[in-house]
């Protein structure tokens, strides 16, 4: 056991690997390449290449038949650079999280007071992702998040409840993905995304977007507030400080729902995903019961939450329901 787990790094980096040779764009699971075409059009050595094909075949990720590779079902997704898949693969797995890792250990020390991230790198993560030569994860990063949203949205809206609502504002919502599904469904409401923008205000889409910063204020008078993988990127200070400004900005009939994984006793899958988010920004990957002394911290109360039975890396997201 101890083996595998010590040499499972090896199929990561393998992986990566193939998916930055851009090898997956050329194939697909009914038109295959010959390793000779392949690493001509991927301009790489073509033995070495052979080798790691070879292993890919053995991963189930590739499949041969003659003298063809071929992507598998289950790995179809990788010959869309825009996929899920392949953008969870070159975000995660790309060096600037990747490397972080070695000073996961250093983090943890009571002297230490940075993610692995900022031991590694010397800036926090956000703080990264602002510098021009760091633009190509950032924009990585983004197309990632919007394409989660995109892809969670249809559940998101199936058990949100929007009844009687006029009005959202959608804190940290970036490209907008949550609001324009929003605004999709229920035309009537107005829909208005914060995040830190180049720009004060502009319209796109029928969204209303507005540069700002939830630590500093979040806008009033809306009839519900939402937060999709805010809060797991912050310790409990700092959301508690995030859930302040929210009941600020909520009046008596406001509603907030916070879209995140709750975390199950003995689930690998989130206690995994927990660390992954300690090592990037000292996040945290909270229970039910963490929510709600966080939410309690901030003057707020859960008051439902709703499976929404949508699993990314086989976890469940919920929509928490959070009132004054």
Not at 93 to 116: D, F, I, R, V
Not at 134 to 163: E, S, V, W
């Amino acid at each position: 056991m101890l083996s595998e787990m010590t040499t499972a790094y090896r199929q990561s980096n393998a992986l990566f690997a193939f998916v930055e040779s851009q090898a997956p764009l050329y194939l697909t699971i009914q038109d295959g390449k010959t390793v000779e075409q392949l690493a001509q059009l991927c301009h790489v050595s073509q033995d070495r290449f052979h080798r790691l094909l070879n292993y890919m075949q053995t991963l189930n990720v590739l499949t041969k038949k003659e003298d063809k590779f071929y992507l598998t079902e289950q790995s179809a997704a990788l010959n869309d650079p825009n996929s899920l898949e392949t953008l969870h693969i070159k975000f995660e797995l790309s060096p600037s999280c990747w490397n972080c890792w070695s000073q996961y250990s250093a983090s943890l020390s009571e002297m230490s007071s940075k993610s692995a991230f900022e031991l590694h790198h010397n800036e926090k993560l956000f703080d990264y992702y602002s510098q021009k030569n760091n633009q190509d994860i950032k924009t990585t990063f983004d197309n990632f998040m919007a394409k989660l949203t995109h892809i969670m949205g249809d559940y998101i809206i199936q058990y949100m409840p929007l009844k009687g609502v006029s009005s959202v504002m959608d804190i940290g919502g970036g490209l907008g993905s949550l609001a324009k599904n929003i605004k999709a469904h229920y035309p009537h409401i107005q829909c208005h995304v914060m995040d830190q923008y180049d720009f004060t205000r502009k319209e796109s889409e029928e969204i209303t977007f507005m540069n700002g910063n939830f630590f500093s204020a979040i806008p009033s008078g809306y009839d519900a507030y939402c937060m999709k993988h805010i809060l797991h990127n912050w310790p409990d200070n700092k959301a508690i400080e995030i859930l302040k400004n929210c009941h600020e900005a909520m009046n008596d009939n406001s509603v907030l729902y916070v879209i995140e994984m709750i975390k199950e006793p003995h689930d690998p899958v989130s206690e995994s995903f927990d660390l992954f988010m300690d090592a990037l920004l000292l996040g945290i990957e909270r229970n039910l019961a963490e929510f709600e002394f966080i939410a309690k911290q901030a003057g707020l109360a859960i008051t439902n939450k709703y499976n929404i039975n949508y699993t990314f890396t086989g976890s469940n997201h919920y929509i928490i329901e959070m009132r004054k």
